[in-house]
């Protein structure tokens, strides 16, 4: 089936690195998403990694990726209390019609204390 | 700057009367759009696809002739909530997809209907 798992919460002090889990299960998902959504706004595209990837690292993110494990996660260096949101992981599947589709996890609150 | 814009950002109707909502691709022509439905403390959830040109495709589940929806140019498509009730509040966003990787947002729009 369909499915995206991510820890609910997570709270970090700031300054410190926040490091966000997600596991997928299905291995033919081409990319994985990671998405900011802050309060009341819409989602904004964090970072992104094809599946033949382990790795990206973008300024202050870290997206690791384990095919084997169908696991994701996150790395956020240094984090600052404007990081406090929720981060959706996604997986993106093609379907036919070369339509596409995202699974959603169910997003992950990060609080960040001063 | 924002590649796809959402109006309006949020509305308040009464029982029984129809919201349209727009969803606007800024930077490029989109031949398809995807509408989502998000509620309190959960992930998005799929709706429908909505493809230029001919008849959105569905998401099980998704009343089509309560959820109507019009994909009549690249760079337009709009979300009508007919008969709009009570349990239909939530926060209604779209996507369209960039190349073959990028899933773009709109701001998202906040209905409630009283």
């Known amino acids: 089936g369909e499915d995206v798992e991510q820890s609910l919460f997570l709270s970090v002090r700031e300054g410190d690195s926040s490091v966000i889990n ?21 989602l904004q595209l964090l970072t992104y990694i ?12 870290t997206v690791l990726l384990n095919k084997k494990d169908k696991h994701l996660s996150l790395r ?25 589709k995202l699974i959603w996890g169910l997003g992950t609150s990060l609080a960040v204390n001063p | 700057g924002a590649v796809v814009s959402q109006h309006p950002s949020w509305v308040i109707c009464k029982s029984g ?31 429908a696809t909505s493809n230029e040109g ?23 498509s709009t979300l009508t909530v007919t008969s709009a009730h009570p349990e239909d509040s939530s926060f209604y966003i779209c996507s369209v997809v960039k190349g073959d990787t990028e899933a773009f947002f709109g701001q998202g729009t906040r209905l409630t209907v009283v």
């Open chain 2, 54 to 76: 001919s008849k959105a495709t569905y998401e099980q589940g998704v009343e089509k002739d309560k959820f109507l929806i019009n994909h009549a140019s690249l760079t337009l």
């Open chain 1, 50 to 61: 094809f599946s033949n990837m382990d790795m990206k690292q973008d300024q202050r993110l």
């Open chain 1, 22 to 42: 997600c596991t997928y299960t299905d291995s033919s998902s081409t990319y994985l998403y990671w998405y900011k959504q802050e309060p009341g706004a819409g």
């Open chain 2, 17 to 47: 009367t129809s919201v349209k909502i727009e969803c606007r691709s800024l930077d490029f022509q989109a031949t398809t759009m995807f509408w989502y439905r998000q509620f309190p403390k959960q992930s998005l959830m799929l709706m």
């Open chain 1, 76 to 100: 956020i260096a240094d984090t600052q209390t404007g990081d406090s949101a929720i981060y959706f992981c996604a997986e993106g599947k093609r379907r036919a019609g070369n339509n596409r």
